[in-house]
């Protein structure tokens, strides 16, 4: 049929550019991020070996009543609290796990979270990501309780302040979308963010909605990465480049075997003249 060359051209190019997205892709999260472990070895998983032996540690001590009591008074955040002991907290929440969630799978995503962030994003700015995309699921978190319910649901019931917070999952779940946003990854991006959507429209609970919320940082933050704030008045305020200086000049070179001619002095030639006819030369 006269329709079938070009669906077939649009489905080879459908190939094509899945087959380059897909391949771009492996590379970006996989072949790089291995390259860079085998060059700077298992020092290079600092940050995902602390977190994971962080999390062990405080599921361990939450067995216990004692201990479970200081996990929560150490990194346990709830949105009843006042904001300076949240902002306090939260650091410590991102090793406290989830009490109703498997913790050996937990920790498996947590590690792969920060042992990529690391590799390709480096400490800094991986302990950065994890910190600002929990903080805002928290403090949005306790804004959605202020608002109370209504909004159009984005409100909800003061009961929701004593939940306890989402501890480190909403680090990964950020860690993962500015991942998959800098590296341009659909498939790894589709995954946390259509996990997330599915997770809050099955349970609709506090956890999701701060999972959403870290998802949003994420993108946000992985779109204004590199970028820099251009103000109206900065073109006319920087100073221009400066003016090349000025060649100095090239003074000529004398050459010593050239020897200078001395000034003609008429009266010094009289004196030695006279003085070569007395003592040497004879007179007629």
Do not use: K
Request: glycine share 10%; aromatic share 8%; proline share 9%.
């Amino acid at each position: 049929m006269a329709g079938e060359p070009g669906a077939l051209r649009l489905l080879v190019r459908a190939a094509r550019f899945t087959g380059r997205t897909l391949r771009g892709e492996w590379h970006a999260i996989v072949v790089d991020p291995v390259r860079r472990l085998a060059h700077r070895g298992l020092s290079g998983l600092l940050l995902a070996f602390v977190a994971a032996f962080g999390v062990i540690l405080f599921h361990d001590l939450a067995q216990h009543p004692a201990g479970a009591t200081w996990v929560r008074r150490l990194g346990g955040v709830t949105a009843d609290l006042p904001l300076w002991l949240s902002l306090l907290r939260t650091p410590v929440s991102l090793y406290v796990p989830a009490l109703d969630l498997p913790v050996w799978a937990g920790i498996t995503q947590l590690f792969l979270a920060f042992a990529l962030a690391e590799l390709v994003l480096g400490r800094a700015r991986t302990l950065a990501i994890a910190y600002v995309t929990t903080l805002a699921g928290t403090l949005t978190a306790r804004l959605m309780i202020e608002l109370g319910p209504g909004w159009w649901g984005f409100g909800l019931p003061a009961e929701c302040g004593a939940v306890l917070d989402t501890g480190p999952s909403a680090a990964v779940v950020g860690l993962f979308t500015y991942l998959a946003v800098v590296r341009r990854a659909p498939v790894v991006f589709t995954l946390t963010g259509g996990s997330m959507v599915w997770e809050s429209i099955a349970v609709p609970n506090l956890a999701g909605r701060e999972h959403l919320v870290a998802v949003s940082a994420a993108i946000v933050l992985g779109l204004l990465r590199g970028r820099r704030l251009r103000l109206p008045y900065a073109r006319e305020s920087r100073p221009g480049p400066l003016p090349a200086p000025a060649a100095a000049p090239v003074l000529p070179v004398p050459n010593p075997r050239a020897a200078a001619p001395l000034p003609a002095d008429p009266t010094r030639a009289r004196q030695c003249d006279g003085f070569r006819t007395s003592t040497g030369a004879r007179t007629p």
